[in-house]
T-cell receptor, first 114, second 112 residues
Framework: DAGITQSPRHKVTETGTPVTLRCHQT?????MYWYRQDPGHGLRLIHY?????DTDKGEVSDGYSVSRSKTEDFLLTLESATSSQTSVYFC????WGSGANVLTFGAGSRLTVL | QQQVKQSPQSLIVQKGGISIINCAYE??????FPWYQQFPGKGPALLIA?????SEKKEGRFTISFNKSAKQFSLHIMDSQPGDSATYFC???????????FGGGTRVLVKP
């Protein structure tokens, strides 16, 4: 998965608990993204980062926060998990190739909120 | 509001047949249209992409057809193989190229 490591890969938690997902990259890419994947909805952008401490919201950012204190790490936090946040979360980096910004995804983190 | 609509949600095709997946978009500012392929338990991976200045792009058995006036594009998988069984996502990129908007996905099953 092109130097992208997501952790944990699987997590089960209870409603109301905080959860942090970590994305680590080894290739010093500037842009990093968090998407969630749900049946019928494809992949929806939660937040993205364009540099250390530079982040912006995506289309489904409510209930999520992110932080990027180092180039290689991008954290996604659910302050108080809800059942609607049960999903598979994908981190991605982008690089310029073939005349366009190409996304490369990690292997995903499956989160179940009971 | 779903800016990229994909159909069908699933399809079954016999080995050697043609798989066709369609996408429609709303934002005329989109200027880059990639397709991603995802196998179970894996992240999506770029398969093929097109820009609106061409009407067709072919890479091996995979072809994108693009209709700018209709705001539609499609993926054709020729001579479909069991190894093509996967979920396929179309996407569209804003002009800055920093964010992708994805369609809902199509699960393709190729029967031997």
């Amino acid at each position: 998965d092109a130097g992208i490591t997501q952790s944990p890969r699987h997590k089960v938690t209870e409603t109301g608990t905080p959860v942090t997902l970590r994305c680590h990259q080894t290739e010093n890419h500037r842009y990093m993204y968090w998407y969630r994947q749900d049946p019928g909805h494809g992949l929806r952008l939660i937040h993205y980062s364009y540099g250390v401490k530079d982040t912006d919201k995506g289309e489904v950012s409510d209930g999520y926060s992110v932080s990027r204190s180092k180039t290689e790490d991008f954290l996604l936090t659910l302050e108080s998990a809800t059942s609607s946040q049960t999903s598979v979360y994908f981190c991605a980096i982008s690089f310029w190739g073939s005349g366009a910004n190409v996304l490369t995804f990690g292997a995903g983190s499956r989160l179940t909120v009971l | 509001q779903q800016q990229v609509k994909q159909s069908p949600q699933s399809l079954i095709v016999q080995k050697g047949g043609i798989s066709i997946i369609n996408c429609a978009y709303e934002n005329t500012a989109f200027d880059y249209f990639p397709w991603y392929q995802q196998f179970p338990g894996k992240g999506p991976a770029l398969l093929i992409a097109i820009r609106p200045d061409v009407s067709e792009k072919k890479e091996g058995r995979f072809t994108i057809s693009f209709n700018k006036s209709a705001k539609q594009f499609s993926l054709h998988i020729m001579d479909s193989q069991p190894g093509d069984s996967a979920t396929y996502f179309c996407a569209a990129s804003d002009p800055a190229g920093n964010k992708l908007t994805f369609g809902g996905g199509t699960r393709v099953l190729v029967k031997p």
